[in-house]
């Protein structure tokens, strides 16, 4: 599909956005509770709120495209973790042990810390990409 070549910039911006977007709403939930859910006032001294933090500061730096490449890395590493202490030890298969989205957003994150944030960015506005 050579058609969309010319938008790859602009469709790795996009990604950026909705992944930051998407990851974002761990962390708003857990320490705003918007939206309220069962993980909402979580402590900042548990591993799920370490990983909080990360979502909630990491989050709005890959939606904006502020210091993209290693707020991205931190949430791909964070989502290594995230996968391989609390998933994978109850079934190698991701389908059963619920981890799918950790694996997702750990592979997403690694490639937007290597390709970075694309044109639609305050990293580009600023220079820095």
């Not at 979580?42 to 730096?61: F, Q, R």
């Amino acid at each position: 599909m050579t058609f969309l070549a010319p938008l790859s910039p602009f469709l790795l911006s996009a990604l950026r956005i909705a992944s930051g977007l998407l990851f974002l709403q761990h962390g708003t939930t857990k320490y705003l509770s918007i939206p309220a859910t069962k993980m909402s006032g979580i402590s900042p001294t548990t591993m799920a709120g370490a990983a909080g933090l990360v979502e909630l500061i990491c989050g709005a730096l890959i939606v904006i495209g502020l210091f993209t490449r290693p707020a991205a890395f931190l949430a791909s590493g964070t989502m290594a973790v995230a996968y391989f202490m609390a998933h994978a030890p109850s079934s190698f298969y991701p389908i059963l042990n619920g981890g799918e989205l950790a694996a997702l957003y750990c592979f997403v994150f690694v490639y937007l810390a290597a390709a970075g944030p694309g044109p639609i960015s305050v990293d580009k506005a600023i220079g820095r990409a």
